[in-house]
C-alpha cells in the first residue's frame, strides 16, 4: 500500500469514482460553517435549532455508514486502524451535547455561537484527518472491487 498524497488525489486513475466521501463531507463543512454564521449573526433565531438537527441526522447516518461497512472493510482490507477516526466521531458527539445544552439555555447569548465554533473546529479537523486516512486506500481499490463493495 503506497500512500497518495491530497494534491495527487485529482490526478489519480479512479478519482473521482472513488471517493465517495468527498461530496457529503464538503456539504458538512458548508452547512457547519453557515450555522456559525447565523449564530453570530441572528443568536438563537433563523431557523438555526432546526437546520442543526437535520444536518446532525444526515452526519448520524453517514458516521454510522463508515463505522458499520467502510471503516472495517478497509481496516480488514489494509491493516490500518480507525481508532482515531472512531475517535473523532465521539468527539463530535461531546460536542453534539454542548450544542444541544446551550439550545436549552438561551439566556447566554455567545452559548451557542461558542457551541457551535467548537463543534465547527472538531468537525473540520475529523474530516480532514479522515480523508487523509480514507482517500488514498479507496484510490487504490479496484473499480471491480470498489463497486463490488462499495456500489
Known amino acids: 500500500m503506497r500512500a497518495i498524497k491530497r494534491e495527487h488525489w485529482e490526478s489519480h486513475k479512479n478519482y473521482p469514482k472513488q471517493v465517495l466521501l468527498l461530496g457529503s463531507h464538503e456539504n458538512f463543512r458548508r452547512i457547519s460553517g453557515v450555522l456559525v454564521e447565523r449564530a453570530q449573526e441572528f443568536g438563537y433565531g433563523a431557523g438555526i435549532e432546526s437546520l442543526y438537527r437535520r ?23 489494509w491493516g490500518v ?31 451557542l455561537v461558542d ?13 480532514r484527518y479522515e480523508e487523509d486516512l480514507v482517500i488514498p486506500l479507496l484510490l487504490q481499490l479496484s473499480e471491480d472491487e470498489f463497486r463490488r463493495t462499495f456500489g
Open 55 to 77: 444536518w446532525k441526522s444526515a452526519m448520524g447516518g453517514h458516521e454510522y455508514y463508515e463505522e458499520r461497512k467502510l471503516y472495517p472493510y478497509l481496516a480488514k482490507r
Open 115 to 127: 457551541a457551535l465554533v467548537g463543534h465547527h473546529d472538531v468537525l473540520i479537523e475529523h474530516l
Open 81 to 111: 486502524s480507525f481508532d482515531d477516526a472512531e475517535a473523532g466521531h465521539e468527539a463530535l458527539r461531546v460536542r453534539d451535547r454542548d450544542v444541544q445544552a446551550a439550545f436549552l439555555d438561551p439566556s447566554s447569548p455567545t452559548a
